[in-house]
């Protein structure tokens, strides 16, 4: 009777290498991590007896607006829009420049400033450096816009502001705290608004 062919050991297989760590942007710096390798490590100290709890939390990303251009988008007050420049276009409140004016800086302002200068507003508009510099000041008259120093702007965050809702309100804390003779960001002059409550909800504390 014939002897058996003795069993093949198991398959020796080669050790797995782990992938390296890829680095993710956030916090204001770069760091690494594996999820799979902090759980091992903390397991490892602990009793042998002793259950680990672990808690995932899964946030679905949103989908980005598919917005003209490829510089984002802002916040506009949809009562400024809807009944506010309207009303000022209609009754020639605001020139043609002063509305081209304020649509740009709209477009520039990042957390409620910006920085530029008249001849650089009256290049991309196709206006006279003269007639920007005019707009600007009547503009900074009706506290639609602030100047803060040469070339600094604020943006009235009211009408418009670009950046996420906790930096609108501490913008909007900032600038009430300074308790600006004009009142600003929370009113605007009469005339542009002699018939109209400018803001639904005027609490400024």
Excluded: W
């Amino acid at each position: 009777m014939s002897q058996a062919a003795p069993r093949p050991g198991p398959r020796e297989r080669p050790a797995r290498q782990r992938p390296a760590l890829r680095p993710v942007t956030g916090g204001g710096g770069e760091y690494s991590v594996d999820v799979a390798r902090q759980i091992a490590e903390k397991i490892g100290k602990l009793p042998p007896d002793r259950d680990v709890e672990i808690t995932t939390t899964v946030r679905k990303r949103r989908k980005n607006h598919d917005m003209l251009g490829d510089e984002g988008y802002a916040l506009v007050s949809r009562y400024f829009m809807r009944r506010v420049l309207p009303y000022c276009i209609r009754h020639g409140i605001l020139t043609p420049t002063e509305n081209a004016v304020l649509s740009n800086t709209i477009g520039r302002a990042d957390r409620g400033q910006f920085v530029a200068t008249q001849d650089e507003v009256a290049e991309e508009i196709q206006a006279s450096r003269q007639s920007v510099g005019r707009a600007f000041k009547r503009l900074c008259e009706l506290n639609l816009l602030r100047k803060v120093q040469r070339k600094v702007y604020e943006l009235n965050p009211r009408v418009a502001f670009m950046g996420t809702g906790d930096e609108h309100d501490a913008f909007l804390k900032q600038l009430r705290s300074l308790k600006l003779e004009s009142q600003f960001p929370d009113e605007l002059a009469p005339e542009i608004t002699p018939d109209l409550t400018l803001f639904s909800v005027t609490d400024t504390a």
